[in-house]
């Protein structure tokens, strides 16, 4: 039985306490795993912080709040309707008048201060795991500097990883860092670098030896060791695809695997905590979310590929990227201290040690490479109209401010004085982001008669789809979801699935249809979920719950809501909308191969490209009555609703013969365009393009998007794309990039599929152009019709990728069990989602 109070925290209970009563504000700075997490709450509670209010306590993650929650209550020997220690979350609430702990999410901290400006109702705030630096995290550090002013019996918490903690305290006036100290084993760190940074499946493999070889070791010990391995991979499908294949390349009998990633649900996640079994090591395959949120007992082991996903916010066109990139220094230590908890431990690192010397000492604060519209529509409700002086600790660039502000506008949320507009002022009763919330607040005003599907379809945009691809499943998966395309689109086959889904009576029925259908069966718990509470919060805001109205109220009210997502078709399979110019519909949707004049995007997100997800078809009568000029705005020339202008400076690099791309020089090449016109085009050599990559993820101002070529082998490759676009190749062009031969052949029939098989593994590799012989191109399937396919080599890397994606759908409706077929479409349909 463990005894809690011999954890490191404890050491240090009487100077926390001590300091907290001699100060209003403390930062306390700690490694993993000294119980300052589920421990404090407890000390304040016995120092009596919870007589007569409440202890506050936030968390940046889900998960955390829900484990952190869970280990008070059996701690405290509480049932869990007793409700003394509580949690609060987006779209879930187990606190009543009893709490006196309250675990919550930071979003629900923020829309508390909304009724409570004061915080009232608390003793104590404890912003935990404040090192992560989420945006919700910098903004409630504003908030709570500007209260403490007002309320000087508050007392404020900033609970840190040994993460630079001076900034928490400079920021507070030099707020009191208490340390706490715990005993880390020593950790022997191994730098194993894979042949190609950043490739997944070299990583996977790495990942493959490193367990084998500690599977030798645990045969050599009788099976009798504690050996347990965390390995830190960037997202859900690496997770999938290492757990594959540990399973099939490893002495799986010998192993304890299991998965961690935020779409679990909390069974799922719990399940990382389980023992050891006796003569097994345990693996845990997890995100960064392994990297503080949580601490797993007895890992002596640490795989690290130095990859995680973070999130890109382009304020120019208003459009998301979730990009794989390194993680910083800083980063990289938490992760290797993981290891050195309970015995000297191991980490692998999978990249060059070199490698990580140059990378940066902390990572970009989120607030610098997101979407401010949120924030600033929160700061507008709390009668905050200064944005650009509010106490950030890191104070976000001036331009971030106005694009947020100019989105907040446009929407019609907050007025030119930056007050709440009335669609604002109902807005921010929502738990959403300020687009979806705008989509509810549209019906409410003007669609009544289908409000109800307006819930359910904004249920389905707010959280993680339920689509899912499983290993190897990947073909019967996507035939399942493509039966519930509907000609009308996705926003309306989100209808029909809901419709099915709660249709069905028990919880047994509900479960089977997910897993018929490749359903999350949790995500679409989520989305009834989120339905029923968004429906509540309508009927308490005095509007009545209907449904039942017309299609084209429907798609109407949602175009309105999500204007800047509308979108009219510019080439064959090309469209723009009012701040993208080249968008595309990506694969997955129902309409990628119907290709209508208008339509509308549930979301625009820039990964391979940039692609238009959740897509409906609209009218030209639709677009109409969303607004009579949105029209002629779609179809001027200027795709942006900012103005183009192009200033001296822009005309004087053009005319440069080396231009600089964050901090290096490139030649440029003169260049005729179709126009007859002569412009100049940056040849960037393969070998620099992920150092390119890497330079713009972390920019905050960026070069021209001049055109560019890439040089491969002394010969061009997507001659003549925008430089923004050609850097976006980086780890999505061919493993090998040597050139194969590709000759003109006439179409094959189905009849000889054989020999269309066999060439399958050269669709995505560079070939020479035939009519440009300096060019290289990708190798793609085309389809001519009447069942008749042919391969090609086409100049564009994604236009290849789309037509193969749409030539192979055709293949499959016909071709049955080819596994080579198979195998080809995932990785295309991979490469096009890439994230």
């Known amino acids: 039985m463990i005894n809690y109070k011999d954890l490191p925290v404890y050491r240090n209970k009487d100077e926390i306490l001590k300091s907290l009563a001699e100060n209003q504000a403390i930062v306390i700075e700690s490694p993993t795993g000294s119980g300052k997490t589920t421990q404090l709450p407890l000390i304040l509670l016995e120092a009596g912080y919870a007589i007569e209010k409440m202890i506050g306590i936030t968390q940046p993650r889900r998960i955390a709040a829900l484990s952190v929650t869970d280990f008070i209550e059996k701690q405290l020997g509480l049932e869990a309707t007793n409700n003394f220690c509580s949690c609060k979350m987006r779209f879930y609430d187990t606190t009543d008048s009893n709490t006196r702990i309250k675990i919550m999410t930071d979003g629900i901290l923020l829309q508390e201060l909304k009724h409570d400006p004061l915080l009232n109702n608390y003793s104590v705030i404890m912003v935990d795991e404040a090192h992560e630096r989420s945006l919700n995290i910098d903004f409630i550090l504003g908030l709570l500097k500007n209260l403490m002013a007002q309320r000087p019996d508050l007392k404020v918490i900033i609970s840190s990883a040994t993460i630079n903690t001076k900034k928490f305290s ?201 979407d401010l519209s949120e924030v600033i529509l929160r700061m507008s409700d709390l009668g905050i109209y200064d944005y650009e002086h509010f106490p950030f600790i890191t104070r976000p660039d001036r331009a971030s401010i106005l694009s947020a502000e100019k989105t907040l506008v446009f929407i019609g949320a907050i007025d030119k004085d930056r007050r709440l507009t009335r669609i604002g002022e109902l807005m921010v009763s929502f738990p959403l982001a300020p687009r979806q919330s705008r989509v509810i607040v549209e019906a409410m005003m003007n669609y009544p008669d289908v409000m109800e599907e307006i819930l359910i379809a904004v249920s389905f945009m707010s959280v993680r789809t339920p689509f899912i691809l499983p290993v190897d499943q990947e073909d019967d998966a996507r035939n399942a979801h493509r039966k519930f395309n509907s000609p009308d689109g996705d926003f309306v086959s989100y209808l029909n699935i809901f419709n099915e889904f709660s249709g069905l009576g028990s919880l047994q029925a509900k479960t089977r249809y997910c897993e018929r259908n490749f359903l999350d069966f949790q995500t679409m718990l989520e989305i009834t979920h989120v339905d029923e509470q968004l429906g509540e919060i309508v009927s308490a805001l005095g509007f009545i719950l209907s449904k039942g109205g017309s299609k084209e109220d429907y798609l109407c009210c949602l175009a309105t809501g999500l204007k800047q997502n509308v979108c009219v078709k510019t080439n064959s399979n090309c469209y723009k909308s009012l701040s993208v110019d080249r968008v595309y519909i990506h694969p997955g949707s129902a309409y990628f191969r119907t290709m209508p004049q208008f339509i509308l995007a549930g979301e625009i997100v820039n990964t391979s490209r940039m692609y238009a997800r959740t897509v409906s078809p609209l009218t030209r009568e639709i677009l109409d009555r969303v607004s009579p000029s949105l029209y002629y705005s779609l179809i001027e020339k200027s795709g942006s609703f900012d103005d183009q202008r192009k200033d001296k400076s822009d005309i004087k690099r053009e005319m440069a013969r080396s231009i600089q791309i964050y901090g290096r020089n490139y030649d440029a090449i003169e260049s005729v365009t179709g126009k007859g016109r002569t412009e100049l085009m940056v040849q960037i050599p393969y070998d620099d393009l992920k150092t390119l990559a890497k330079a713009q993820n972390k920019a905050r101002r960026h070069p021209r998007n001049f055109k560019a070529v890439l040089m491969v082998h002394g010969k061009m490759v997507q001659k003549g794309d925008s430089l923004f676009n050609i850097i976006d190749l980086a780890g ?48 793609e399937l085309l389809t001519s019709g009447k069942d008749c396919f042919f391969f090609n080599v086409n100049s564009d890397f994604y236009d290849s990728l789309t037509n193969t994606s749409y030539s192979i759908m055709m293949l499959k409706e016909v071709i049955k069990g080819s596994k080579a077929l198979n195998k080809t479409y995932n990785m295309v349909m991979n490469k096009l989602n890439q994230f």
């Open 170 to 370: 400079t920021f507070l006036g030099g707020a009191k860092i208490v340390s706490i100290k715990s005993k880390v084993f020593p950790i022997s760190v191994k730098y194993l670098p894979v042949a190609t940074p950043g490739n997944i499946d070299l990583i996977i493999d790495a990942i493959v030896d490193i367990v084998n070889f500690k599977l030798r070791l645990l045969a050599k010990n009788n099976f009798k060791a504690d050996d347990d391995i965390l390995v830190f991979l960037p997202g859900e499908f690496d997770i999938k695809t290492c757990v594959k294949e540990l399973a099939f390349r490893c002495d799986y009998k010998h192993l304890q695997i299991y998965p961690l990633y935020g779409r679990l649900n909390k069974e799922e996640q719990e399940q990382v905590f389980n023992p050891t079994e006796e003569g097994k090591i345990k693996i845990v395959v997890a995100t960064n979310i392994a990297e503080t949120s949580i601490t797993i007992d007895g890992i002596r082991n640490v795989i690290d590929s130095g990859m995680a996903k973070i999130n890109f916010y382009n304020q120019k066109n208003y459009s998301s990227s979730l990009i794989t990139d390194k993680i910083s220094r800083s980063s990289c230590e938490q992760r290797k201290g993981r290891a050195g908890r309970v015995a000297p431990g191991f980490c692998y690192r999978l990249y060059s040690e070199e490698d990580f010397k140059s990378r940066p000492n902390y990572a970009l604060e989120e607030i610098l490479r997101t």
């Open 732 to 779: 999505k062009l061919p493993e090998n990039m040597l050139p194969v031969d590709i000759r003109k052949e006439r179409p094959m029939h189905l009849d000889q599929f054989p020999a269309i098989e066999e060439k399958l593994d050269l669709i995505g590799r560079l070939a020479v152009l035939p009519k440009d012989k300096d060019c290289l191109g990708f190798v």
